[in-house]
C-alpha cells in the first residue's frame, strides 16, 4: 500500500496515514512560474495499491492536482489507484436545473475516472446518487459514527433532530435513530444559491435540545434560517454539525454569533486556525478513512465499518 497526499488538507493526510502507520509516499508538487502544477511521485510505485488523498474544495487547482497525482500514478504503473476525496467538491451542481448550466458534479467524476483512478472513496456525498456518476465502484462513508460518538457522551433528551431541508431528511433519520430523538424539518426556499429562506419548522421543537445535522455549511446562511427558526418555536439547547466545514464568506462571523451551545465539523476541509472560534470542534474522519483504506486494500467489506 502506498498512501499519498495532495496539498487541499495535509493534516488529514498525515492523521489517516498515522492511523494506518503506513508513511506518506514522497511526492513533489510545485508550481511554473505561471502558475501551471507540476507533480512527480519519488518512489516507486509500480505494482503497489496507491491511495491518493485529495479533497476537491477550492481551489479548483486542487482538482487539478488530483488529476495529476492520478495520472503519475498510472503511468508509473501502479496496480491500483484510489482516489480517496473526503469532499467530493463540485457535488452540488448534480443536475441541469436550469438553462444552460453544467453538471459539474458528473464532469469531475469523469475527468478523476478519465485520469485512471480504479476506485473511489468519499465521505458524504452531496447526493448519495453522486456514487452512480463514476462508472468505477465507489465506497460511500459516512460521518455519521464520528458525530453520533461524540454526541452519544451529551445528555441530549428530550432531542429533536432536525433537518435543516427536505434533502437533510435522510441523514437527520439517521442520526434520530442513532441517538433517540425525534425528528422535525426546517421548510427552506433557495431563491438563489447560497440564500437560504426559511419557510417553516415542521414537528414539535418545543422545549427539546435541537441537533442540526447537514452535509456541508458553506456560507452559514442554512444554519443561521434554522436556528434562528427553531429558537422562535421554543427550542431549548441547539447543536450544529455538518462533516464539511466549506466557511466560506460570512460563515465565521454567522456561525460564531449563533445562540448554539457548539458547531461540530469533520476534518474533511481543513479549517485554518484563523477560522477556528471557541465554540468551533473539529472531530476527525481520518480513523474511518484509514478502516475504509485498511479494509478497501485487504479486499474486506467496507459496508461492516458502519454495522
Ligand atoms: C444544501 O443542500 C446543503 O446541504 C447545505 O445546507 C448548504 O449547501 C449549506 O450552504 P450555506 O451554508 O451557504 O447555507
Redesign the pocket.
Known sequence: MMLLSGTANQPLSARIAAELDVPLCCVTIERFADGEIFVRIDENVRGRDVFIIQSTSAPAENIMELLLLIDAAQRASAARVTAVVPYFGYG?QDRKDQPRVAIGAKLLANLIVEAGADRVVSVDL?QHQLQAFFDIPVDHLYALPVFVEHYGKLSLEPLAVVA??V??AKMARGYARRLGGEIAMIDKRRPAP?V?EVVSVVGDVEGKNCLIP??????????VGAVEALKENGARDIYVCATHALLSGP?VERLSALPVKEVAVSDTVHVPEEKHWPGLRILSVAELLARAIHYIHDNESVSSLFE
Open positions: 452540488r452531496h435543516s431541508d434533502g437533510a447560497n437560504a447537514d452535509d456541508m455549511i458553506d456560507t452559514g446562511g442554512t444554519m460563515a
